[in-house]
T-cell receptor
């Protein structure tokens, strides 16, 4: 069965303290790797799509990268408003969309 | 753009009752997805439609669950009869044909279902 695993489960940072979130996935049949942000009581909000190893995408303080077996979401100089749960998802050849359990990020001022 | 619209936002019902969740996708989007989110299992894809046709319902937990999409602007997810283990947040998402393979999905605010 296709698997998507995120780590850590929770991460607490001080404002300005950069870090990375990890997403590992089943490699076979991957058609795309997605990152979403989810705020409490809301639906996930699309951030990035990555297709091939070596690809990188950036948006404000966030940068997503993809290797052959994992993806990273780098957060540079985070602010309290970056606090949220970040979800990774993988889409496979059979159109199966698998989400990881998420990393709950808290940024303290 | 109003985004994906879901109703109701909250539903409390008793075990055995029928529950119907509703979704209006973003205009022009041709794919629609139903997800369920719980603390234990995270976000799970239940079923998705392409051009109003169900493509993959392998995520539907059992026969008590059914979904329809009678037209491009409306979909329902029905649970009959409901059970306490169905308590979860149900999300609807849609995606545009113009994103090609990127499969960017836009989620609604969700319906929080509680079955007592």
């Amino acid at each position: 069965e296709d698997q998507v695993t995120q780590s850590p489960e929770a991460l607490r940072l001080q404002e300005g303290e950069s870090s990375s979130l990890n997403c590992s996935y089943t490699v076979s049949g991957l058609r795309g790797l997605f990152w979403y942000r989810q705020d409490p009581g809301k639906g996930p909000e699309f951030l990035f799509t990555l297709y091939s190893a070596g690809e990188e995408k950036e948006k404000e303080r966030l940068k997503a990268t993809l290797t052959k077996k994992e993806s990273f979401l780098h957060i540079t100089a985070p602010k309290p408003e970056d606090s949220a749960t970040y979800l990774c998802a993988a889409r496979y050849n059979n159109n199966d969309m698998r989400f990881g359990a998420g990393t709950r990020l808290t940024v303290k001022p | 753009d109003a985004g994906v619209i879901q109703s109701p936002r909250h539903e409390v019902t008793e075990m055995g009752q029928e529950v119907t969740l509703r979704c209006k996708p973003i205009s022009g989007h041709n794919s629609l997805f139903w997800y369920r989110q719980t603390m234990m299992r995270g976000l799970e894809l239940l079923i998705y439609f392409n051009n109003n046709v169900p493509i993959d319902d392998s995520g539907m937990p059992e026969d008590r669950f059914s979904a329809k999409m009678p037209n491009a602007s409306f979909s329902t997810l029905k649970i009959q009869p409901s059970e306490p283990r169905d308590s979860a947040v149900y999300f609807c998402a849609s995606s545009s044909p113009w994103t090609g393979a990127s499969y960017e999905q836009y989620f609604g605010p969700g319906t929080r279902l509680t079955v007592t």
